[in-house]
């Protein structure tokens, strides 16, 4: 039988941005969660994706937390699992030893800390009351997560959109994002706004359209594109249009 070699070595020192503490009853809300933090290039530590096949659970925990540089405990109906309390007490040690932060999370359902973890009281904590896909508690985590707070909107100036520039808007959008699943994000992320509320459409161009429809409808055909430019700044078909209806 001919040998697999694994050629791809995975760095022994690897740093995290964050380390994702969480009971398994939570893998789902966690997981999705994590999915949106990936896409505001946050790296993560998530057990599923670091720790292999055949190796000791609590082993490669203890490996992980000297390399992250924030840990967040995610803190569901069902409290704390048996490894994720293990993990709270590394973690808060090493927060302290480090002066790291440590971001306690609640999800949806939980309205207050468990009593068995009071002391998180001291740490300023994010709420997911309602949902998941709270805008505003996935501004607060990244920004307990990277130290940098979104920065307010910039003030739109008069800018000219005529026809013309509607339709060079619709495809510089379409470069910028490709799917529809990444324009929801930009969307809910820059604008706090739901795209399906929005809009719709039979297909992604037909998405865009709509919601530059809409954007002109509502005046905020300029908050889009430097909301745009803020989630995809290097995208040189938006970038162009940028520069070309400031400069008009």
């Known amino acids: 039988m001919e040998k697999i070699l694994n050629t791809q070595k995975q760095p022994e020192n690897e740093e995290f941005d964050v380390f994702l ?40 925990i203890q490996k992980a937390i000297p390399l992250v540089k924030s840990a967040a405990i995610f803190i569901g109906l069902k409290g704390l699992g048996k490894w994720q309390r293990m993990e ?14 440590l971001i306690p999370v609640l999800l949806p359902g939980v309205s207050q800390l468990p009593e068995n973890l009071v002391f998180l009281k ?34 739109p100036t008069e800018l000219w959109f005529n026809g ?3 339709q060079q808007f619709h495809k510089a959008l379409l470069s910028a994002f490709r799917t529809t699943a990444k324009l929801k994000q930009m969307v809910r992320f820059r604008l ?51 520069e070309q209806i400031r400069n008009s």
């Open 21 to 60: 503490a969480h009971n398994s009853e939570d893998k789902p809300e966690v997981r999705a969660l994590a999915n949106q933090l990936k896409e505001h290039g946050i790296k993560l530590w998530l057990d599923e994706e670091q720790i292999p096949p055949g190796r000791s659970f609590q082993d490669e």
């Open 88 to 101: 709270v007490d590394s973690l808060t040690r090493m927060c302290v030893e480090k002066h790291i932060p």
């Open 122 to 155: 001291n740490y300023t904590r994010v709420e997911f009351s309602k949902s998941i896909d709270d805008v505003k508690a996935l501004k607060n985590l990244v920004w307990g997560i990277t130290g940098t707070q979104s920065s307010p909107q910039q003030k």
């Open 164 to 166: 013309d520039r509607l």
């Open 192 to 242: 706090d706004e739901n795209l399906d509320a929005i809009t719709g459409g039979a297909n992604h161009s037909q998405v865009v359209s709509n919601l530059i429809e809409w954007a002109d409808a509502e005046g905020r055909l300029e908050e889009l594109l430097i909301a745009a430019r803020k989630e995809n700044p290097g995208n040189p078909a938006l970038r162009k249009f940028d």
